[in-house]
Antibody, heavy 119, light 112 residues
Framework: QALLVESGGGVVQPGGSLRLSCADS????????MHWVRQSPGKGLEWVTV????????YYADSVKGRFTVSRDNTKNTLFLQMNSLRRDDTAVYYC????????????WGQGTLVTVSS | QSALTQPASVSGSPGQSITISCTET?????????VSWYQQHPGKAPKLIIY???HRPSGISDRFSGSKSGNTASLTISGLQADDEADYYC????????????FGGGTKLTVL
């Protein structure tokens, strides 16, 4: 199955910004909505955002609305997450996940990239 | 905000069957028929094991099965194996006012 590979994680100070990327090696990227899901250390999964196949529509969890922006480049099979005004509670492993065509489930997941917000 | 409630932990011996419940505690979920389940081993990414309540993706063992009754979905694992020890999450989404996905809190399965 096609792989999703995230990159761009690291350590950032509170209030800072970071941009995550997710490269899809498969052939179905353009046909699937794409999600970001995060997991704080020792905690459960939290959905963050989804972007439609053409990149026009995006939806966000209340916890990141107004601070995070999702986008995609279908010519490069790549998903992005621009994270601004980062807070300590944004510290988490961020996974990109391929959505089902019907939007109802997360079909496959990347290995995740760790974002640590700390001074 | 909707919520999906799972037991924090379940356990079973090899060869036994266990069931993990996932109860929707809000009326905001308009399409709870789309419950899905994910398995996550420590330090690994989640993996889809059940979608749309009871469907298994290709390559997932038929020891995993899903069902739903009222506002409670269930994941049953039969013939427990050591490798089944993992965290399990249910998920669903709401499309009433906007799109919003919710995960259950997760259940730690211990194979004794």
């Amino acid at each position: 199955q096609a792989l999703l590979v995230e990159s761009g994680g690291g350590v950032v100070q509170p209030g800072g910004s970071l941009r995550l990327s997710c490269a899809d090696s498969g052939f179905t990227f353009v046909a699937c909505p794409m999600h970001w899901v995060r997991q704080s250390p020792g905690k459960g999964l939290e959905w963050v955002t989804v972007v439609s196949t053409n990149g026009v529509n995006a939806y966000y969890a209340d916890s990141v609305k107004g601070r995070f922006t999702v986008s995609r480049d279908n010519t490069k099979n790549t998903l992005f997450l621009q994270m601004n005004s980062l807070r300590r509670d944004d510290t988490a492993v961020y996974y990109c996940a391929r959505g089902s065509p019907g939007w109802s489930f997360f079909d496959s997941w990347g290995q995740g990239t760790l974002v640590t917000v700390s001074s | 905000q909707s919520a999906l409630t799972q037991p924090a932990s379940v356990s079973g011996s090899p060869g036994q069957s266990i069931t993990i419940s996932c109860t929707e505690t809000s009326s905001d979920i308009a399409n709870y028929a789309s419950v899905s389940w994910y398995q996550q081993h420590p330090g690994k990414a989640p993996k889809l094991i059940i979608y749309d309540v009871s469907h298994r993706p290709s390559g997932i063992s038929d020891r995993f099965s899903g069902s739903k009754s009222g506002n409670t979905a269930s994941l049953t694992i039969s013939g427990l194996q050591a490798d089944d020890e993992a965290d399990y999450y249910c998920a669903s989404y709401s499309n009433t006012v906007t799109f919003d996905w919710v995960f259950g809190g997760g259940t730690k399965l211990t194979v004794l």
